[in-house]
């Protein structure tokens, strides 16, 4: 057995401080030994601990009348109706998946989908929200590729099909990448399981792939920024294997099916020591394990190396004593490993022993309770201070409008993500009724219930650099837009919020006023926050990302026949647009395709307006009146006119008498939010505008849909005017052009021979 | 009639097949799990898509040792429907009951989406619910589905009639952009000499559903029922 000294070198070694060491060695009574260092290490490392965070997330509104379990087990949990629950939740996978994108990326996976499944629910959908630095920047391609191989390289073995999600592009990304994966099962009411090592003597038990030397240290990696050594970390990246946690899936599934198990938890970041900890924590009791019962990989691992591996597909089951080899005999059956490796206990500690040894004794209620919590400085960053509230425009003349729409439709962030997404299993399970680019959220059904969920991730980190309390709010409330806009009524959210340093003033002051917007958004549209993740230090050399705090929101639809497309079906419907345009164009789309860095302020958000705009498109919806709604969102109108054309009718529209006091950039533009484009039969437009005016809403017959035109007009003059297929062979086009090196003038001036996309 | 459907550790497309086959078609339904030796009955033993055994090695190949492939050989033997969907499909080429192997796409990716087939023979059990040359609109979703064969091989399956499915355009044109993996002849799916077991790409119990925007698939399954219905 080592016996490594514990110096102040390899207290630093292990991200503690001098003030963190002298709590340890207060609770222990004693100095730790290099076990016990490890242990505290991880525990309480800001990625396991949330310690710059945890005061703050106190604010987010939790509760509600769907709401079944709330932030604190593995995912959260909502009642969607006729005894039938869902299980979601958002983790962020960025800091492994920079070093290693494929690895990074698939275990990035398949640790969410843990997440799911132990609590007794059976994953049935993923989405990714996946944040790029500039598309022609170092390694960006590489990147790109590796990220969306590794998304489905697992995600298509498993069997979970990826159904919708978010993929944008941006400077402030490029030495620190995004991957957010969200993902969501049902189970029935009454048979949720939770982390919890209850009952004295009750048997603990190991399932899953062997413990290997992978991932040690990973959540201290993901709990410090970028330098140019981080290249060497790539050792602490795990390695995913998605078919053993298919058969770990079905196994604690099947398991799962009688009482015989008491308690479950994945063994994600921080592996063993998380997963003891937590359970005994959760029930208020403690653990014995034998080390040398765990099942390895490789001979001579020590139970420092035990303990804080992070290899995947690993599981810690307490079951009720006696029923010991029932559990076994499951997972014989499913050809993967099971020991009992210790037992539950009264004394409050979780104890290890090796070959009979106790190798480490730590209570257990004081490594979360004691556990470091700051209240880190904040002070608003000086560049808000001169930031202009809206876009200084001199500079740019008006130009060729059609050609300002095609050059949006090709730049990275609003072209199709069809290369994306063709290489991720959309269907598999046969419930998704909305695949990508259909409806503004994905729609998947729950087999037996007749009804289906609507499934959005959503935030704009350029608003939230330029204004965090707005950008926070307008995340939840383009979430909500989105799922009412496919029928969904909003229910629930969860988050995952990507920050730089805590240890920044300025960081940390971006991160509560996101906070802060997330949750005024949350109360005002009903959605509370049941689950969620942090991610800080996403910083590379002192430079952070742009604040992105993801919400992944989830929405009901009580007629899974009844979800609402956000295109235009057929010629001679009325087109309407709803809500009202403003001179909004800081931080725009349209504003980035001229300068990359943010210049003004985003939009603002009125949530009463956004409520409002939600309440009625699910009423618009209920009594009939609409054949699709499509919210207004990058891009602006021109954009959002466009997404309802590919690929289906076109229209022509006529904006005189919408915002006339605007000129014709910030008319087609602007990013005002609380807008939505519905299409209907042109005997009920009169109804339809009628139902949004007695809501407070702006509301206004644009034109008519029409088979292939696709003409905007402004008192019969001509702003943009194209043909769908013009329109669709530069969007659909342009992703994998991007990725091949082209640049947007190249694609505007390509030929008409249009090479498969996925053979890039 | 009763269906079998495999379970291979990996299979990812067995609830899939079993909700047609029970909730849509009306059949009676069974599970085979790998290590078992008894079809239990099943007239038409389906093998669903999936990654068997993580496809680690090259797919299909492990899984032609499963204890279950033993009486699936006989049931083959002895005329009885087999039918291989994607993955299964790259098994039955493991355990040599179809012709041909399933090599990585062309283009090296995982692709799924919308494809157009052609029924090239609706006299095998399987597509006898379907017109010749009807093309039918079926997702793909698989990275190893490009169809090889030495020439003489697919010069036999062609005179035998054992093309069953060739990927076309929407209009039934059989075109190297309607090919979505680099099959040799856009073969999607072929079928055994005797014409009882069949093997394709495609998935079609994937739109078997109104609900679900396509139920092209749903003919495959109702030919398949409707051969054991009385006559």
């Known amino acids: 057995m080592q016996a490594t000294t514990i110096t102040p070198d390899v207290i630093r070694s292990h991200g503690l401080s001098d003030d963190e060491y002298a709590r340890i060695e207060q609770i222990l009574g004693r100095s730790p030994n290099y076990t016990e260092l490890g242990i505290f290490s991880v525990m309480w490392s800001e990625h396991c601990s949330y310690k710059s965070s945890r005061m703050h997330l106190r604010g987010f509104p939790t509760s509600g009348p769907r709401v079944v379990q709330g932030p604190g087990e593995n995912a959260g949990v909502i009642d969607i109706g006729d005894g039938w629950v869902a299980a979601f939740k958002m983790e962020s996978h960025n800091h492994p998946s920079y070093i290693e994108p494929y690895q990074g990326a698939a275990t990035g996976v398949g640790g969410i989908l843990r997440d799911i499944f132990t609590m007794g629910a059976r994953p049935i959908a993923c989405l990714d929200s996946l944040r790029f630095g500039a598309i022609d920047a170092p390694r960006m391609k590489y990147l790109v590729d590796g990220v969306v191989r590794g998304i489905a390289g697992y995600g298509n073995c498993i069997g979970i099909p990826t159904v919708g999600g978010e993929t944008s592009f941006d400077a402030s990304y490029n030495g620190n990448i995004l991957v957010n994966v969200f993902a969501l099962g049902v189970a029935r009411a009454d048979r949720i399981f939770k982390g919890t090592a209850s009952g004295v003597g009750n048997p603990v038990i190991y399932v899953g792939s062997k413990t290997g030397r992978d991932g040690i240290h990973g959540a201290t990696m993901a709990s410090a920024e970028f330098d140019e050594t981080s290249e060497e970390k790539r050792p602490t990246v795990q390695v995913g294997d998605p078919f053993t946690e298919k058969l770990l899936l079905e196994a604690c599934l099947e398991m799962m099916g009688n009482d015989a198990i008491v308690g479950i938890q994945d063994m994600g970041a921080a592996g063993l020591t998380s997963s003891s900890f937590e359970m005994a924590g959760r029930a208020g009791t403690g653990i014995r394990m034998h080390l040398e019962r765990v099942p390895v990989r490789e001979s001579g691992m020590t139970p420092y190396e035990i303990m804080l591996s992070e290899s995947q597909e690993r599981m810690l089951i307490v079951a009720r004593k006696g029923r010991e080899p029932e559990v076994l005999a499951m997972f014989e059956k499913w050809d993967l490993n099971a020991s009992v490796i210790g037992e539950v206990t009264d004394d409050g500690f979780v104890r290890l022993f090796w070959s009979g040894t106790e190798v480490a004794a730590i209570p257990v209620e004081p490594i979360s309770t004691e556990a470091p919590m700051y209240d880190r400085p904040r002070r608003k960053p000086d560049y808000l201070e001169s930031m202009p509230r809206s876009l200084p425009r001199e500079r740019w003349t008006e130009g060729d409008l059609t050609e300002t729409l095609f050059r949006l439709l090709a730049s990275p962030n609003l072209s199709s993500k069809r290369w994306i997404y063709e290489q991720f299993d959309t269907t598999v399970r046969t419930n998704t009724l909305a695949r990508p680019e259909r409806a503004d959220a994905a729609i998947v059904r729950i087999k037996g219930t007749g009804r289906a969920l609507a499934l959005t991730s959503d935030v704009n980190p350029r608003y939230c650099y330029a204004d965090p309390y707005e950008g926070g709010k307008q995340a939840v409330a383009e979430a909500a837009r989105n799922i009412a806009c496919s029928g969904g009524e909003p229910v629930a959210i969860t988050d995952c919020l990507n920050f730089g340093s805590p240890e920044k003033p300025e960081i940390m002051w971006q991160f509560v006023e996101c906070i802060r917007g997330i949750s005024d958004a949350c109360r005002e549209l009903g959605t509370p926050v049941v689950s969620g993740n942090v991610s800080f230090y996403n910083e590379t050399d002192g430079k952070a990302i742009n604040p992105t705090p993801t919400v992944g929101m989830v929405g009901i639809l009580a007629d899974e026949r009844k979800w609402l497309d956000q295109h235009f079906s057929e010629s001679d419907l009325d087109v309407v647009l709803i809500g009202s345009t403003s001179d909004e164009l800081g931080a725009s789309e349209w504003q980035q395709m001229l300068l990359p860095e943010v210049q003004a302020a985003g939009p603002r958000v009125d949530l009463a307006l956004e409520k409002s705009v939600v309440e009625t498109i699910l009423s618009l919806h209920r009594q009939h009146l609409i054949r699709s709604a499509h919210d207004l969102s990058n891009g602006g109108l021109a954009v959002a006119l466009a997404e309802c054309a590919i690929g289906a009718h076109g229209c022509h529209v006529d904006l005189g008498g919408h915002a006339d006091d605007l000129d014709a950039i910030g008319l087609l533009f602007s990013e005002s939010q609380a807008r939505v484009v519905v299409s209907c039969p042109p005997s009920l437009t009169r109804n339809v505008i009628r139902e949004c005016e007695k809501r407070g809403l702006e509301a206004m017959r644009i034109g008519r849909t029409e088979i292939a035109t696709f003409l905007i007009e402004r008192n019969g003059i001509p702003l943009v005017r194209t043909s769908t297929e013009g329109l669709e062979r530069i969007w659909s086009s342009a992703f994998p052009k991007l990725l091949a090196g082209d640049s947007i003038d190249e694609i505007l001036r390509g030929s008409g021979e249009e090479a498969d996309l996925i053979a890039l | ?231």
């Open chain 2, 1 to 231: 009639m009763r269906f079998g459907i495999v379970i291979l550790p990996g299979s990812n497309c067995d609830h899939d097949a079993l909700h047609v086959a029970e909730t849509i078609i009306g059949a009676d339904v069974v599970t085979l799990w790998h290590k078992e030796t008894d079809l239990k009955g099943s007239d038409c033993v389906i093998i669903p898509g999936g990654f068997a055994y993580g496809d680690y090695l090259r797919a299909g190949a492990l899984a032609k040792f499963a204890p279950i492939m033993e009486p699936i050989r006989r049931h083959a033997a002895g005329g009885g429907l087999v039918l291989g969907i994607c993955n299964g499909f790259q098994v039955l080429t493991e355990v040599g009951l179809l012709a041909g192997a399933l090599m990585r796409n062309e283009h090296l990716r995982f692709i799924c989406r919308d494809v157009h087939v052609r029924i090239e023979q609706d006299d095998t059990p399987f597509t006898s619910a379907l017109s010749l040359n009807t093309v039918l609109r079926l997702p793909i979703a698989h990275g190893e589905g490009n169809y090889v064969a030495d020439d003489s091989t697919l010069d036999r399956l062609e005179s035998e009639g054992q093309v069953v499915f060739r990927y076309c355009d929407a209009e039934g044109r059989v075109t190297r952009e309607s090919n979505p993996n680099g099959s040799s002849r856009n073969i999607a799916g072929i079928c055994n000499a005797g014409r009882n077991v069949l093997g394709l790409m495609p998935h079609p119990e994937r739109c078997a559903e109104a609900l679900l925007g396509n139920d092209d698939g749903l003919g495959i399954f109702q030919a398949i029922a409707r051969s054991f219905a009385p006559a």
